[in-house]
């Protein structure tokens, strides 16, 4: 949960932070409805951001409700090992924060200097642990911006079964509990080496979030 202060500059803070698992999410669609659209309501407890590193218990600031709505549908490859899918969604709206990481990023290389006083060009790698690393996406990339907006929505279709080498049947709820989505969010420079022309240059990294499957 961010804070945006106005005095004496502009920036946005985050003040508390609650956690919804993985695994409750997995819960919901690995359970038979016979409804195709589902809503589930979580009230999540809300932790106060520590300025002390060293303190491993915050008091809780309050109670965040959460309401998810998803679309469960049933899906079969095509193949002799046909098995039912379910299809996890990862929706981002928005990032805060960034004017800090820009002027972390400055400090150690002076060539971002610029974007860390006009905006970054911001855009999110979302990577699950738990399939392969060609199935990452990317949001768009908002230019010249400290809060980008995304609006992004992805679908990473996954088996409810998957067999493991060892020959051992493993369940999806079984590889969520022990597993994370990486959201990772990069600024995207770019050179201008001849006219008219807009040559990528090198991503430069400004943070991660892991999302958890379990706490």
Do not use: W
Request: net charge neutral; aromatic share 6%.
């Amino acid at each position: 949960m961010p804070c945006r202060y106005y005095y004496p500059n502009v920036r946005d803070q985050m003040v508390a932070k609650g956690v919804l698992p993985l695994s409750r999410l997995c819960a919901m669609v690995t359970m038979h409805h016979r409804e195709e659209v589902g809503i589930q309501a979580f009230c999540l407890p809300l932790t106060l951001r520590s300025e002390n590193p060293a303190e491993t218990h915050t008091p809780s600031s309050g109670l965040l409700n959460v309401n998810v709505t998803y679309r469960r549908s049933v899906r079969s490859p095509v193949g002799a090992l046909a098995t039912r899918m379910v299809s996890i969604s990862v929706q981002i709206h928005r990032a805060t924060g960034l004017q800090a990481a820009a002027r972390a990023l400055a400090e150690e290389d002076p060539s971002f200097q610029y974007s860390a006083e006009v905006g970054v060009n911001a855009f999110v790698i979302i990577r699950p642990s738990f399939l392969p690393e060609v199935e990452s996406r990317n949001t768009r990339t908002v230019a010249r911006s400290f809060c980008p907006e995304f609006d992004h929505h992805s679908e990473f279709p996954c088996n409810i079964l998957t067999q493991r080498s060892s020959g051992e049947a493993c369940s999806l709820a079984e590889i969520l509990h022990s597993s994370e989505i990486v959201l990772s969010i990069h600024h995207q420079s770019v050179t201008s080496a001849d006219v008219g022309k807009i040559h990528p240059a090198h991503d430069y990294h400004l943070g991660v979030e892991y999302l958890a499957g379990t706490q």
